[in-house]
């Protein structure tokens, strides 16, 4: 990819830009999700982390966050530094954050299933095949029960109601589907599904350097 993924977190910082309302509207959802979540403790994992913005601070301030063992996955070092700095400060010992390739199973191998898969960034990013592939891995990474938070632009083709389709495929139901902002699309996903084996050595999803939100 030639985009610049440190300096796309630029737009986090913009009141009212369409990332910014995409932010706060996934951080919302983790909330609720964390809020619905049995007691005990609990594993998350994020793709494509990026500065670790959304999860990071939702698990700093909410009751549940002490309960979570979640990994990071971010390929910019740049960004990877950014999100472990965050969760070192707000004392979140049980965040780690590694730089690696999201993309790879085997990232998330001793955490999966999780309570908690986050894929915000990727699907706006990777080809239609890709996205149905990670969706169906979402059933090995996700525990039943647990919540799959994702994010995809709303530019034509309007790719989000098939995701949900193929999300409803593989034994997810809907809890939220909203576009904050224009041309935005917020997912959440919870699985009533039994947890597939996660495959080791496969590789999701690989970005293409096409325009989007993500």
């Given at each position: 990819m030639t985009r610049d993924w440190h300096s796309w977190h630029d737009d986090y910082d913009r009141p009212g830009s369409p990332l910014a309302r995409r932010l706060a509207e996934v951080r919302r959802h983790l909330r609720d999700a964390l809020d619905e979540a049995p007691a005990g403790p609990l594993r998350a994992v994020s793709?494509?982390?990026?500065?670790?913005?959304?999860?990071?601070p939702v698990l700093a301030e909410h009751p549940r966050g002490a309960d979570v063992t979640a990994r990071l996955v971010e390929l910019d070092p740049r960004n990877a530094e950014i999100?472990?700095?965050a969760a070192r400060d707000a004392g979140l010992t049980d965040v780690e954050v590694v730089v690696g390739d999201a993309a790879r199973t085997d990232a998330y191998a001793d955490l999966a299933p999780a309570d908690l898969v986050l894929v915000c960034g990727v699907f706006g990013n990777v080809s239609d095949a890709d996205i149905r592939t990670t969706v169906s891995h979402c059933a090995a990474l996700c525990a039943t029960g647990g919540t799959v938070l994702w994010t995809r632009h709303r530019g034509e083709p309007d790719l989000v109601p098939t995701i949900c389709d193929w999300f409803a495929e593989d034994e997810f139901t809907p809890v939220a589907v909203t576009t904050p902002a224009d041309r935005v699309g917020v997912g959440v996903h919870r699985f009533l599904g039994r947890p597939r084996p996660l495959p080791t050595g496969v590789r999701m999803f690989e970005f293409v350097d096409r325009p989007g939100t993500a």
């Open positions: 793709l494509c982390a990026g500065q670790g913005r959304d999860l990071i999100a472990a700095t």
